[in-house]
T-cell receptor, first 115, second 110 residues
Framework: GGIITQTPKFLIGQEGQKLTLKCQQN?????MYWYRQDSGKGLRLIYY???????QKGDLSEGYDASREKKSSFSLTVTSAQKNEMAVFLC??????????????FGHGTKLSVL | QQNVQQSPESLIVPEGARTSLNCTFS?????YFWWYRQHSGKAPKALM?????GEKEEGRFTIHLNKASLHFSLHIRDSQPSDSALYLC??????????FGSGTKLTVEP
């Protein structure tokens, strides 16, 4: 088995601040994802990456940057935090090399609050 | 963009009940369909998937897919309090991306 580690678990920022969230996986999966989850709601895709140094925009990419410098890590930057923003950012990975229907494995999330 | 609608938004059932959760997709682009479950404060975890019309059963859980009506459902037999969670359906219209619905919050009361 493997694990996805997201840091930090909690992130409190100020309006306008640039904030970076990190994700590490030891599954050796090729594809990694960042999803945003608003309280009790579904997941919306921000960015994904199918291999090292690859970046693909999701439907919610505006206001975010991402970086995949290593196969095992995928970071997400909130370029300018919005006042009263509150959400959980979930990182996930999957092994697409094994086929199109491989499940996603998720981390426990980074909970963002903006003051 | 795949639009995924789930119903109901929330559901409370007694222990032992049969529970049905529903999902409707906006178009027929998706090839693979998944149900994920997220217990409160935890990471979402994959439950079951299907890619062809019909039913699939695993233990107390059955999923049903009808591509013609764009309808996908999850049925839980003999619901247990431990089944209380947020249930998320998802479809995959392209090779790499899963689009999730907004979720159904299920509460099973002892």
């Amino acid at each position: 088995g493997g694990i996805i580690t997201q840091t930090p678990k909690f992130l409190i920022g100020q309006e306008g601040q640039k904030l970076t969230l990190k994700c590490q996986q030891n599954f050796n999966h090729d594809t990694m994802y960042w999803y945003r989850q608003d309280s009790g709601k579904g997941l919306r895709l921000i960015y994904y990456s199918i291999t090292e140094n690859d970046l693909q925009k999701g439907d919610l990419s505006e206001g975010y940057d991402a970086s995949r410098e290593k196969k095992s890590s995928f970071s997400l930057t909130v370029t300018s935090a919005q006042k009263n923003e509150m959400a959980v950012f979930l990182c996930a990975s999957s092994n697409r090399d094994r086929g199109p229907n491989e499940r996603l494995f998720f981390g426990h999330g980074t909970k963002l609050s903006v003051l | 963009q795949q639009n995924v609608q789930q119903s109901p938004e929330s559901l409370i059932v007694p222990e032992g009940a049969r529970t049905s959760l529903n999902c409707t997709f906006s178009d027929s682009a998706s090839q693979y369909f998944w149900w994920y479950r997220q217990h409160s404060g935890k990471a979402p975890k994959a439950l079951m998937s299907i890619f062809s019309n019909g039913e699939k059963e695993e233990g107390r859980f059955t999923i049903h897919l009808n591509k013609a009506s764009l309808h996908f459902s999850l049925h839980i037999r003999d619901s247990q309090p431990s089944d209380s969670a947020l249930y998320l359906c998802a479809g995959m219209p392209n090779y790499n991306v899963l689009y999730f619905g907004s979720g159904t919050k299920l509460t099973v009361e002892p």
